[in-house]
């Protein structure tokens, strides 16, 4: 089982890496199945907006609700989240790598993109997720230990990927 993720301090830090990771693996040849996420400020709005981009050449789906200044609890559109797995499946099977913005809370349920990197993992294609300090327990019990941790440096992840995929370095 070839599983990594990448797990960055900082509000979006996760989502600015793997976006540029995902142009630079691109730009290397690596075909990608996934997503990576952008967090557009909007004035007069406190929240950033949450979206998707399917890769390897979109759509870009919006996956946060917008409730307004005072609402508070999760803002995920689970159903949009759902038709970007559907996206990103059709594109699995041409892949060398599945991109995951997000183990998140979804994924903890055993919802979102779990099953598809399940699936991935099942058809020797390797997965690369971001996963943040409150979703890591629930990732490492999803992954049973088996996970390889790898540090926001876009060089090792390259490599691992490089490897992992039997692609040669740049």
Known sequence: MQLAYVSLPGRGASDRFLAAFAQAAQAAGLRLAGTVQTNPQREGRVKCDMDL????????????????????????????????????????????????????????EGR?????IAEALSRGIPVLAGVNGLNLPAFQAFADGLATPLPGEQAQVMGWCQRICGLQPA
Not at 55 to 78: H, K, Y
């Open 53 to 108: 981009r399917v890769l390897p050449d979109g759509p870009v789906l919006r996956i946060s609700e917008d409730r307004g200044n005072g609402a508070r609890g999760c803002r995920l559109d689970a159903g949009v989240l759902e038709a970007a797995v559907l996206g990103v499946t059709a594109a699995l099977p041409g892949a060398d790598l599945l991109l995951v913005n997000k183990f998140g809370k979804q994924e903890a």
């Open 112 to 116: 979102g993109f779990a099953p598809l």
